[in-house]
């Protein structure tokens, strides 16, 4: 068998993605980045025929695979396959959701010193029932506050939560990743920690969501317990984890 990883234009493994993400169902964290031209596109074919793709990062995680797809009926040497992609991109490392089963069994079998570095959120079975906190108002942002808000983050807060006092939290969803998924997060100031205020917020955000049509979902970092508390109790449910290892040749 002739194994070959070829680089190619996005669009060229465009039906291959399609398949990925429908297998995938669940939110694709580094879902924009062959789009966005952060990654780079390689076909992968077995005499001649192209039974894959994946993607080598190029800006962000520089020279790290973060998709791999491979065409059920070729899974039986999908390591083969996956070394060849390793060794024609000279990837140094390799990043998995755990939640995408294919990618995770790549992980496990090509690298080491293997670390999580986010975990991974989905929907709930159920909403959340929490009562608005006391004399507390969850709000879209006005203009003047959109103004203000953008001198200092990078990504746009959309609502805020609002006490008599004046703004405890902030939040909103990003949507740059595979439909129908949104992305929650949300922040909440040193003065209203601890009070319930955050996962009040992720039940709102949850709920605006799902009357956008779209799904919620969300990721923190792994050593974050508070953000974490605050999705779980707001109607996430951890589904994954966000992990990466160091490629080990084959062979050394």
């Known amino acids: 068998m002739k194994i070959e990883a ?14 990925y993400r429908a297998e995938a169902q669940c939110q694709i964290i580094y879902d924009s980045f062959l789009p966005r031209w952060l990654a780079d596109a390689y076909a992968l074919s077995t005499d001649g025929k192209v039974v894959g793709y994946g993607a080598l990062a190029n800006r962000f995680y520089p020279r790290h695979i973060v998709e791999f797809y491979l065409d059920p009926e070729y899974r039986i040497d999908a390591l083969e396959i996956f070394r060849e992609l390793l060794l024609v991109t000279r990837a140094t490392h390799v990043r998995a959701q755990t939640n995408i089963a294919l990618s995770t069994r790549m992980l496990f079998d090509t690298t080491k010193n293997i670390a999580a570095e986010k975990v991974l959120f989905s929907d ?3 909403p959340a029932h929490i009562p608005a906190p006391d004399g507390m108002k ?28 004046g703004i405890v939290g902030t939040g909103g969803y990003l949507t740059h990743y595979n ?7 949300m922040a909440v100031g040193d003065a209203g920690r601890k009070r319930g ?12 969501v799902r009357e956008a049509g779209k799904i919620p979902a969300a990721r923190c970092d792994s050593e974050v317990t508070g953000s974490r508390r605050a999705l779980e109790r707001g109607g996430l449910v951890v589904c994954g984890h966000l992990a990466y290892g160091e490629v080990v040749r084959a062979g050394s």
């Open 124 to 126: 709930g079975p159920k």
């Open 179 to 185: 439909p129908p998924y949104a992305d929650i997060f």
């Open 138 to 165: 969850f709000r879209h942002i006005t203009e003047a506050e959109a103004e203000a808000f953008s001198k200092n983050q990078e990504v746009l807060t959309e609502w805020v939560l609002e006490g008599k006092d």
């Open 6 to 19: 070829k680089r190619v234009q996005a669009q060229e493994i465009d039906a291959l993605r399609q398949a």
């Open 197 to 208: 205020y955050g996962s009040y917020i992720v039940q709102e955000l949850c709920r605006t």
